[in-house]
């Protein structure tokens, strides 16, 4: 396959990689700027730089930047796009984005892919890209109305790539789990450094303070977007797990420790219902 | 020197284990079961089984139990504890226990030094502790009104064993920094399992949900006694907490990415300059 990666941020790059690693397609990047090109096609991550001409032989098109840059590039070069490629994106975010990528496959005879990596890093760009970000990690696919061959062909890229398990899922549940699984830790961790003891916090801190903060370091261009783009399941999960505290809290004020002990416990139970 | 230890759970274990492992001390150990005794005695953990009356050659004496039970072994036995020991706790809170610990210390002549070794896991007892447990992890000792002398052994003897910073604070300053370090992650994990959408996560989730949720494999009843021994400071916190949660979740709701972005730019900053 001809596959065209848009973007050579730390997710597109990584894409690059791995596909260059652990498949025989031929890769074109594209970016707004060239120093990551160049460095791509210096270290073998890409065959070739391309350009919106390359689309129309793209068999596969991966839009590896922010959301709304990732309908735009399509908006702006849907023209271009040969009608037999498979087009995904890899946003933190589904519902809007694949409502609106769907209706240009539709409108321009390509075909629209969802799909999602659930890997990354506190750091952002290509020089921290890696062939083995996703190895073992979830890949979520969201098929919308695409025919089986091309999810097919999404999927069995996918499990060359080395990702560990693959789900299907439609837009709307994709977006209530990530809330949950990972845009609350991203909204938490911001929220627990804000504490005025956080800079306080070293000779007194182990490992829970470094799991729960990690991600604070937060790009906050990007995730803003993914916030406001999943505001309602996002901001019932923030409720949710306030509502949760409140009640930890005040059974720690009422003081009763076998009462505590009991809430507290329950976490224990679902913990290890999971298996973790 | 003669080191008593009491209560042979991965605190105590893992203490006993590299105190053999890193210095020349003779370990006795004293634990309610006696299984654990057999098997610290069988691995070389502990060089002999201890009772009170070992108090009497016992030039320091380590509590590695609950809080309450470290206070209760104390106070059952403070007649036998020889007058030269230095006695230190390995609480996790320390205001009320020092304050009560230095009261017998006091009264018996025996000297008394708060001491929080910031290192554990998510599974307890003898056979998950290890000799490195405490390699590169905070130590924070709490002198309370003990002498020089005192302070330095105990500090002399945790060089050794390999933690990594050793700080020294009051009683009050110990439990408003852990009420943030360590506390309240471990609130947290237990709220963000109890989403509904915990169970489904599976397929959807990657390494900041495993780094939120780690902790809530909660051990319920140590934590119970934790938490409600350090109520107010622990209350601020997670009061504090919730109050930059809604910060955040206002601005979601506004929808302003530009502000949102930088309330959540903070997060980098505060971790940037942290170093982290």
Known sequence: MNIVISGMGIIGGSMAKAIKKYTDNYVYGINRS???????????????IGNSDTLEKADMLVLCTYPEASVRFVEENADKINKSCVVIDTCGIKSGIC???????????????????MAGKEK????????????????????????????????????????????????????RMIAYTSQIPHVLACAYVFSPNCVKHKGFSGGSYRDVSRVAN?????????????????????????????KIKDEIKKGDREELAKVLHQGKVIKEALGE
Chains 1, 2 share one sequence.
């Open 34 to 48: 060239p120093l990551p090109l160049k460095k791509a096609l210096e270290c073998g991550a890409i065959d070739e």
């Open 99 to 117: 409502q609106r990528l769907s209706q240009l496959a539709d409108e321009y005879g390509f075909t629209f892919v969802g799909f999602h990596p």
């Open 124 to 175: 952002n760009g290509f020089d921290v890209s890696e062939a083995d970000l996703f190895s073992g990690a979830n890949a979520i696919i969201v098929p919308c109305d695409a025919p089986h061959s091309a999810v097919d062909k999404v999927a069995s890229l996918v499990k060359k790539l080395r990702f560990g398990n693959v789900v299907f899922a439609s837009p709307e549940e994709h977006d």
């Open 218 to 246: 937060i790009n906050a261009s990007l995730w803003s977007e993914l916030f406001i783009e999943n505001k309602e399941p996002l901001v019932n999960e923030i409720d949710t797990l306030i509502n949760n505290l409140n």
